[in-house]
């Protein structure tokens, strides 16, 4: 059974950080692409950073480039993601999300939703003064 279970999330000030993780069981992982998404109120789903769990290639959009990092940990199942100087547009529901490995990183991360096949139930970011 497929299991995404993603955890870290808060309440924060701008210009801090925090550590989310996303605990993924049940999946071979080596064929996948793990992502995190996020949606804030009111807008679309969109992919914020991914990483292809064989070799470790990663891709972010260009408005977290430099301040948010994903990485992987093979030996606990994990994703983190990594997220310094945070902004008030960082607020939203993050959610992680995985799909089959079939193309470059840039093609994964910025793809449809309906590309991924399971999806965690989110947790909350809020940046706030």
């Known amino acids: 059974q497929v299991q995404i279970v993603e955890s870290g999330g808060g309440w924060v000030q701008p210009g801090q950080s925090l550590r989310l993780s996303c605990l993924a069981t049940g999946l071979k992982l080596d064929g996948d692409v793990l992502a995190w998404f996020r949606q804030a109120p009111g807008k679309e789903r969109e992919g914020v950073s991914c990483?292809?769990?064989?070799?470790?290639?990663?891709y972010s959009k260009d408005s977290v480039k430099g301040r948010f990092t994903i990485s992987r940990d093979k030996a606990k199942d994990t994703v983190y993601l990594q997220m310094n100087s945070l902004q008030s547009d960082d607020t939203g529901v993050y959610y992680c999300?995985?799909?089959?490995?079939?193309?470059?990183?840039?093609?994964?991360?910025?793809?449809?939703?309906?590309?991924?096949?399971?999806w965690g139930q989110g947790t909350q970011v809020t940046v706030s003064s």
């Open positions: 990483i292809s769990w064989k070799n470790e290639n990663t």
């Open positions: 999300a995985a799909a089959t490995d079939w193309a470059t990183i840039e093609v994964l991360c910025t793809a449809d939703t309906h590309e991924y096949e399971y």
